[in-house]
Nanobody, 114 residues
């Protein structure tokens, strides 16, 4: 089992940057896939980016070229660097870990507005 805690959300102006963190309660070294999802008001939760245990990454089209997913196994933490933020990036961002079972964090709010 693993507990996940997101942080780093907030209010940012369009074009700005934020870095989200997802701290895990145990080692993430062997977790098969970790991911960031987001859910905007009135919309379904959508996948933003994934990273595998060996560091392979994948991005939703909306995130390509602007967001970077990474992880630090020594710190048991996954990150999402978000640049060139747009109002449509406004959502609650959730951390997910999948290792035979899916685990979720509680989410962190990101608001992009002038």
């Amino acid at each position: 089992q693993v507990q996940l805690v997101e942080s780093g959300g907030g209010l940012v102006q369009p074009g700005g940057s934020l870095r989200l963190s997802c701290a895990a309660s145990r080692s993430i070294f062997s977790i098969s896939v970790m991911a960031w999802y987001r859910q905007a008001p009135g919309k379904q939760r959508e996948l933003v980016a994934t990273i595998t245990s060996d560091g392979r990454t994948n991005y939703a089209d909306s995130a390509k070229g602007r967001f970077t997913i990474s992880k630090d196994n020594a710190k048991n933490t996954m990150y999402l660097q978000m640049n060139s933020l747009k109002p449509e990036d406004t959502a609650v961002y959730f951390c997910n870990a999948w290792n035979s079972k899916s685990y979720w964090g509680q989410g962190t709010q990101v608001t992009v507005s002038s």
